[in-house]
């Protein structure tokens, strides 16, 4: 009896990832992920009506994407710089990792849609801070300037690949880098 119950409960698990693997696909996955899926071909997409529309980035889209790029690299060595200062320090070791990911999820979108991805040239924000406090402040400060970026380039963004990725993109720093941020300062 209690064999038949345990070959029961295996068959059903089986099964399930059976079912589930064959409806809901890793691409389609990813995709609802907001991780890519199957690429499309620089900004060509089929519509919920099966038309194809094109979704190339326009120039000040390419040129919004480049400067989000570049942003993203000033804050990632910006709060390198108070590692390299103070230690490994929290939240700047944790927040510095995080804004690598966001250079990378940028990057992405760049090269799918054939825009020249920046170089790293090492800018690190003019805010001064000599102090574990003052470094909180200044991360405050910039995750305000970060949010208020994604703001301003969504005015002008109507590609909705773009849109998704500063939305995300800002969202994480208005909910998670900004607080920690807060919360680092007594």
């Avoid at 690429?39 to 000040?60: C, D, F, K």
């Avoid at 320090?89 to 940028?106: G, K």
């Avoid at 000599?130 to 405050?140: H, I, P, R």
């Avoid at 970060?146 to 849109?163: G, I, S």
Wanted: charged letters at 15%.
């Amino acid at each position: 009896m209690k064999n038949k119950k345990t070959i029961i409960i295996i068959a059903l698990a089986i099964l399930t990832l059976v079912i589930t693997a064959s409806v809901y696909s890793p691409s389609l996955a990813a995709t609802d992920a907001g991780r890519g899926g199957p690429p499309n071909i620089r900004g060509i997409q089929a519509n919920p009506q099966g038309q194809t529309v094109v979704t190339a980035l326009s120039e000040q889209e390419a040129a919004g994407l480049a400067e989000a790029i570049q942003e993203e690299y000033t804050a990632m060595n910006t709060y390198q710089a108070v590692i390299n200062a103070l230690g490994d320090v929290q939240p700047f070791v944790r927040i510095a990792r995080s804004e690598q990911q966001h250079v990378n999820a940028l990057i992405r979108v760049a090269q799918r849609f054939g825009v020249d991805v920046p170089e790293n040239a090492g800018e690190v924000a003019e805010l001064e801070w000599s102090t574990l406090e003052e470094a909180c402040e200044m991360g405050v400060i910039f995750e305000q300037v970060d949010a208020a970026l994604y703001d301003d380039l969504m005015l002008n963004t109507t590609n909705p690949m773009l849109t998704r990725v500063y939305t995300n993109l800002q969202r994480a720093s208005l909910n998670n880098h900004l607080p920690a941020f807060e919360a680092c300062i007594p």
